[in-house]
C-alpha cells in the first residue's frame, strides 16, 4: 500500500541506520526522503559517497543464532526482512563463523536497492542544524560522525553540554564469570547509598607483590592509537584512561580507584589488602558489572590478559572491553521516550549509534525499530517495540533505561554504548542436565543457557513481527 496522500517521513542519515529505517518505511508503505550529505560535504572517515558505507571493519561478527547474542541479532533481522543484512549475505567473504562482507559491493547493494525504491526519495544535501519545522516525522540516524552544525543545534535543544567526546569507556563484565571464592560484595564502608543495601560492590582484593606486577603489566601494555580526526576531542568527563593514571606514579591508583580503605576481605579478615578493584552493576537485570574507574585504550587482547591477572577475574568473561574513541551519542536514557523520540522536540525521532549502541548489526537493529515506529506513527496505527527477551528488544531497554546510571562527583552522566550480548537479555533458567541426566556444569551450562535465550529470543521475536503493528483501536 503506497502511502502517497502523506507527507513523507524525513531520514537524516545514509549509514547502516538510516538506510535500514528508510527502507522498513517503505516497506511499510510510506514514502521517505532520505537525507545523505556524501559527497556534497565528506567526513574524516568515509572515503566514497555510497550509502551504508562500511568505515571500519567489514565483519559483522558471529553469525551463530544458537551461542551468540550478535548471532540471534543477525537472525531477527533476516526474518524482519532487513535490506543490511539481506546485502551483507549477497555479498559475504569467508570469514569462518563470522559474517563479513566485500564492502564496496555491499554498499552499493544497499544503494541500488534503495535508489530503486519508488518510495524513497535520496536528497544529497546536508540538514544544517535543526529540521524545517513542517517536518513533522523525522528519524535523525547521523551516526558517530553528525555534522557539527547538526550536534550544535541537538545540544542546544537538549541542554547538553557535550555530544562529542573522547570515550574513555571501562569494561564490563558478565557476573557469573566472577570467582566469589576470592571476591565478595561489600560498599567502601558499608555505606548504603540511595536504593543500596551496604554491599552493592564487588571486591576483588590485590597483595602488594601483585599490585606491583599488575602496574607493571599495565604500564608495559599496547596502546591504541587515535586517528587524526579525533586528536582535538576532548575526554569524556575528564575521565583519564587507567594506564595514564598510572604513568603519574606507582601508587597513584591505589589513591585513586584501586584504594582499599573501607573494605575488608570477607574471606580474610585478618590480612588488609594492598589495592581492591570494584566492580559496580551496571544493568538492571544484575547480569553485568562494570570495572569502575578502569577506563582504557590498552588493546583488546592485552586488556583481557591485563585484567585477568586481577584475583577474582582469572576468569573473567567480558560483555564489552574498555575503549578510547571519539562518538557522538545521546544520553538517551534521559532524553528519548519508549518510541526513541526526543522528550523535548517529540517530531525527532533518533536511531543507530547516535542512540547509544556499538556495531554495525546493532545500529542497524534501532534503525529498522525507528522505522517501524515511525511508519505506525504516519499511518495511525499503535507501533510496539519489540520485548525485551529478545536480541533487538534487550539493546532498546538498554539505550532507554536499562543502563543504571551512576553520576561522577561533577554530576555528570555515566551512561555509554553498548554491544549485544546475552549480559542484557533478562535471565532464564535453562535445563540443569544434558541427554544422559549428568549435571551441566561449567561451560556446558553456560552454553545451555546461552541456547535457551536464543531460542527465547527467536520465539519472541517472531511473536512480535506477527502482532507488531496494530489499529489503535485494537
Known sequence: ???????????????????????????????VVLHEMRPQRTTDAHRTGGLAELVCSNSFRSDDAHNNAVGVLHEELRRAGSLILRAADANKVPAGGALAVDRDGFSDHVTNALENEPLISINREEVAGLPPAEWDNVIVATGPLTSPSLAQAIKTLTGEDELAFFDAIAPIVHKDSIDFSKAWYQSRYDRAGTGGSGADYINCPLSEAQYQAFIEALLAGEKSDFHDWEKSTPYFDGCLPIEVMAQRGVQTLRFGPMKPVGLTNAHEP??????????????????????VGFQTKLKYGDQIRIFRMIPGLEHAQFARLGGLHRNTFLNSPALLDGQLRLKAQPRLRFAGQIT??????????????????????????????????????????HILGGHISHSSSSGSRSF???????????????????????????RSRKQARRQALARRALRDFGHWLDGAVRTAAE
Not at 270 to 287: C, E, F, M, S, W
Not at 417 to 439: S, W, Y
Open 416 to 442: 555509554q554504548p553498548m554491544n549485544v550480548n546475552f549480559g542484557l537479555f533478562p535471565p532464564i533458567e535453562a535445563r540443569a542436565k544434558d541427554e544422559t541426566g549428568q549435571r551441566l556444569r561449567g
Open 356 to 397: 547509544g549502541v556499538e556495531g554495525y548489526v546493532e545500529s542497524t537493529a534501532i534503525g529498522l525499530v525507528a522505522g517501524r515506529l515511525a511508519a505506525g506513527q504516519r499511518l495511525g496505527l499503535a507501533a510496539t517495540p519489540p520485548p525485551p527477551t529478545t536480541a533487538t528488544g534487550a539493546l532498546l531497554a
Open 1 to 31: 500500500m503506497a502511502d502517497t496522500g502523506k507527507t513523507p517521513v524525513h531520514v537524516i542519515g545514509g549509514g547502516l541506520a538510516g538506510s535500514e529505517a528508510a527502507w522498513a518505511l517503505a516497506r511499510a508503505g510510506v514514502r
Open 270 to 291: 585478618d590480612i588488609k589488602p594492598h589495592a581492591i578493584v570494584q566492580l559496580r552493576q551496571d544493568n538492571a537485570l544484575g547480569t553485568l558489572y562494570n570495572m
